[in-house]
């Protein structure tokens, strides 16, 4: 955590998959199924928003 704090790396590199809101409810299921070895979630308004 403190090197992403300190700039020396992002957080990006976590994030395996982009979804917008208008998938978010299959992403939701996927998450809460643990399917895909999902662990965590992130939502931005489009696919493209989230960096």
Not at 15 to 37: M, P, Q, S, W
């Amino acid at each position: 955590m403190n090197l992403i704090v300190e700039g020396k790396i992002g957080p990006f590199f976590l994030i395996a998959n982009r979804i917008g809101l208008e998938e978010g409810h299959e992403a939701y299921k996927t998450y809460r199924d643990k399917k895909e070895g999902c662990a965590k979630a992130s939502f931005g308004q489009t696919a493209d928003s989230i960096p």
